[in-house]
């Protein structure tokens, strides 16, 4: 029993030995499951305010437009003119208010959010609407009956002096109908004095079309809300009493947080607008990411079980094996003693034996260990890069790695495309790519390479001096690894170069800083070296440039086929914010998003069949958003208008055929119609005589004349050779008025009379 004991404890402690390396990768699940939680609140709040910015600038724009024609309203001529009106008109204010009336229609026919106007006039006691003019008393009882707006608070409102207020409200037919949703936008008219209004015009915006607008494709919103600079809710979307349940914090200071209200839990974003101080709130619903962290956690407990069952059985497997020799040698010493004193020779050769195999043991643990160095290493580099841990100069020994100068520099190489895409060959790839940069870095200082990611590898640099000439140095062996790298091994690499800093400190700062400059690899492309001095530059408060109108002119291009005009539209966005100024990478992702989004409003048009237009190429959505570089995204973009503006041509020739066919077909049954003309064909077809006359021309190839004129021609041939008509008879026949133009037109397409034709039709 006390052997079998001993026995045990030995196994036990190699078994426990087993069991703790299972620390190692539940701790990095564990790692990972909290950076998971992490990145995807971080990409939900990234993803809300993007779409808040969408938000503002779609709606600012809307409600600016409006807001113009208000304006331009209030300073109009037929509105000031009925300004001094009173309750009994004479026949000439009657005339000034059929004017007044004509031009509110005119001004609501401008825009087509906007529901409706009226104006009201205190002199007079009226409110004129697009139609028609009616007393204060009857307008809130059969023109615009509100729902939740009382006729005191109305009239209570519109007496006061407004500047470019808004007020929600709700409109009814009938007291049976739903409430239409509107927003009121209320002016004060002036004359000579601003302290006394001389009347309020009220534009209401019709909040269906508000809503259509921002519910529509990817930038839809659960719950959306613009408030003024009072703090009024100006524009809702979503749940109208939630935002009352929201902390004035988050608000307040303009930031993303979360909040609980009724015992579910929102995220809140809050961003500011600079057009009137507006404020613009999102506020969603986390069931979303606590779906994706469910999906996260049972992941995790299903690996974790699995990891522990197979850890278990693996260090018992493991435990055995090592346990073996060791109870071989101890039944070994069991059987010496038992059988006879140990002999001395057999002694040392036993103790010879258990040093030679302990040594062994060593020796290989030496070498594994000297197998795993470069992981070690490539692992220490990688966290000082990163910036996770403190390293003493005494680990850094312990694993061969010897930092001798005072500067160091991170240069980052990103594998942007690889020659072949099996995972054998990459790993291949960045194999060859690591040893060319360290052997390249050597000219600088001592080199390290650090595999970071599938896509992209580090050097570290250890180097003399921080200096003008070390970073042109640091510039010319980047220049030489992308042309060494391209023409050997087909590999196209961009590389981003960090700046030269002290003490290893200094590393994870320079880490960053070449990270920074990899990001304007959209900006630059493929097969660039960027260093951090030339992107510093970038870093001032720039917006791009592609206004409304040029978007515009882009559809109006695509969707009538013009692929020279779009061409050029796209190569001056192109050179107002690549060519002429250089954009920060901020307002480069903008603009890309900002164009993707031309792009899909072109793709959703009711006049474009997506199946057809696409269907024997890639599906243009991937192929926009697999885009890394503003060139490819701009061919991309370039090659979907070009099959778009192709399909357009197509259908628009297809349609030329068809209208060809049925005017030939027209003018076959009629030309012997004496009254056929150019005229009377163009009127049947509801064309101008001037565009059929070209078209004619360039689908058949002779003018209209020519063509009608070779049929009765044919005809007349015909005729002489079956029939024995006169002259005049034929002529009247194939559709001319006499013989004589009869004679004159054979003798020009034959080449001789039609009495010499009769006698000799050879």
Not at 6 to 29: A, C, D, H, N, Q
Not at 530 to 545: A, H, N
Not at 622 to 627: A, E, F, Y
Request: proline share 3%.
């Amino acid at each position: 029993m006390n052997r079998w004991l001993k026995r045990r404890t030995v196994y036990s402690g190699i078994l426990f030995s087993y069991l703790l390396m299972l620390i190692i990768p539940l701790s990095i699940e564990t790692f990972s499951y909290m950076q998971y939680s992490q990145l995807i609140h971080k990409e939900t709040e990234m993803y809300n305010r993007s779409m808040l910015k969408q938000a503002q600038r779609v709606l600012d724009d809307r409600l600016q437009s409006i807001e113009e024609v208000t304006m331009n309203l209030s300073y109009d001529t037929e509105v000031q003119r009925f300004v001094n009106v009173t309750e009994n008109m004479d026949a000439l204010d009657k005339y000034n208010l059929s004017k007044l009336i004509n031009t509110i229609d005119r001004y609501k026919k401008t825009n087509s959010f906007i529901h409706g106007i009226y104006i009201y006039y205190p002199k007079s006691g009226s409110v004129v609407t697009e139609s028609a003019k009616s007393t204060v008393e009857d307008f809130p009882k059969y023109v615009y009956r509100y729902s939740d707006w009382t006729f005191d608070d109305w009239k209570y409102t519109i007496n006061q002096i407004q500047n470019l207020e808004y007020r929600t409200a709700q409109l009814s037919q009938n007291d049976a109908s739903e409430p239409r949703k509107v927003v009121s936008l209320m002016q004060s008219v002036f004359q000579g004095s601003i302290k006394q209004a001389v009347a309020t015009i009220v534009v209401t915006v019709d909040v269906t079309k508000l809503e259509g607008l921002l519910s529509d494709g990817p930038s839809s919103f659960g719950n959306l809300y613009v408030l003024d600079r009072k703090g009024k809710k100006v524009f809702e979307l979503g749940d109208q009493e939630l935002l009352a349940s929201v902390p004035a914090n988050p608000l307040d200071e303009h930031k993303s947080s979360f909040v609980k209200v009724a015992d579910k839990q929102y995220y809140v974003s809050s961003l500011p607008s600079p057009y009137r101080e507006r404020q613009y709130v999102s506020v969603t619903s986390v069931e979303n990411i606590k779906q994706d962290l469910k999906r996260i956690t049972d992941l995790v407990i299903l690996v974790t079980i699995g990891l522990i069952t197979a850890g278990i059985v693996l260090a018992v497997i493991l435990a055995r094996g090592k346990y073996k020799p060791i109870k071989k040698l101890a039944d070994v010493f069991q059987t010496k003693w038992k059988a006879a004193p140990i002999a001395e020779s057999n002694e040392l050769k036993l103790i010879e034996w258990v040093a030679d195999t302990a040594i062994k043991e060593k020796e290989q643990f030496v070498q594994a260990m000297q197998r795993q160095m470069p992981v070690l290493r490539s692992n220490m580099f990688l966290r000082l890069m990163k910036g996770s841990i403190t390293v003493e100069e005494q680990a850094m020994h312990d694993i061969g790695v010897e930092l001798p100068n005072p500067y160091f520099a991170v240069i980052l190489v990103h594998v942007d495309q690889y020659d072949e895409s099996k995972l054998k060959e990459r790993n291949l790839s960045k194999f060859v790519i690591s040893n060319v940069l360290e052997h390249l870095g050597q000219e600088a200082g001592l080199s390290y390479a650090v595999d970071i990611d599938i896509d992209r590898v580090g050097l570290l640099l250890n180097v003399e001096e921080s200096s003008f000439r070390m970073t042109e140095l640091l510039h010319e062996l980047s220049t030489k690894a992308l042309e060494f790298i391209g023409v050997k091994f087909h590999n196209t690499i961009t590389v981003s170069i960090g700046g030269i800093h002290e003490k290893l400190e200094g590393i994870h700062l320079s880490y960053q800083e070449a990270y920074q400059a990899m990001e304007y690899q959209m900006v630059k492309g493929y097969s660039s070296v960027i260093g951090y001095d030339e992107v510093q530059s970038l870093s001032k408060p720039q917006t791009y440039v592609y206004p409304i109108q040029t978007e515009e002119l882009l559809l109006s291009s695509i969707k009538h086929g013009d692929i020279k005009k779009v061409r050029e539209i796209m190569n001056d966005v192109y050179e107002m914010n690549f060519v002429t100024g250089q954009l920060p990478i901020e307002m480069a992702r903008c603009l890309y998003f900002d164009m993707m989004g031309t792009a899909i409003k072109v793709l959703n048009s009711s006049a474009m069949d997506y199946e057809v237009i696409f269907a024997d190429g890639p599906e243009p959505y991937s192929k926009l958003i697999s885009s890394r570089t503003i060139q490819e995204m701009q061919s991309t973009l370039l090659w979907i208008y070009e099959r778009i503006c192709e399909h357009i041509h197509e259908g628009k020739k297809k349609h030329s055929y068809q209208l060809e066919d049925r005017i030939t077909a027209f003018i076959a049954e009629h030309f012997a119609d004496p009254d056929l003309s150019l005229t009377k064909v163009s009127g049947v077809f509801n064309l101008s005589p001037t565009y059929l006359s070209g078209f004619f021309k360039e689908q058949v190839g002779e003018n209209f004349l020519n063509y009608v004129n070779k049929l009765r021609i044919e005809a007349a041939k015909k005729i002489l050779l079956e029939e024995s008509l006169s002259l005049q008879e034929i002529a009247s026949k194939v559709g001319y008025s006499n013989n004589v133009v009869l004679i004159r037109n054979f003798k020009k397409y034959v080449g001789c009379t039609p009495g010499e034709y009769r006698e000799s039709p050879q």
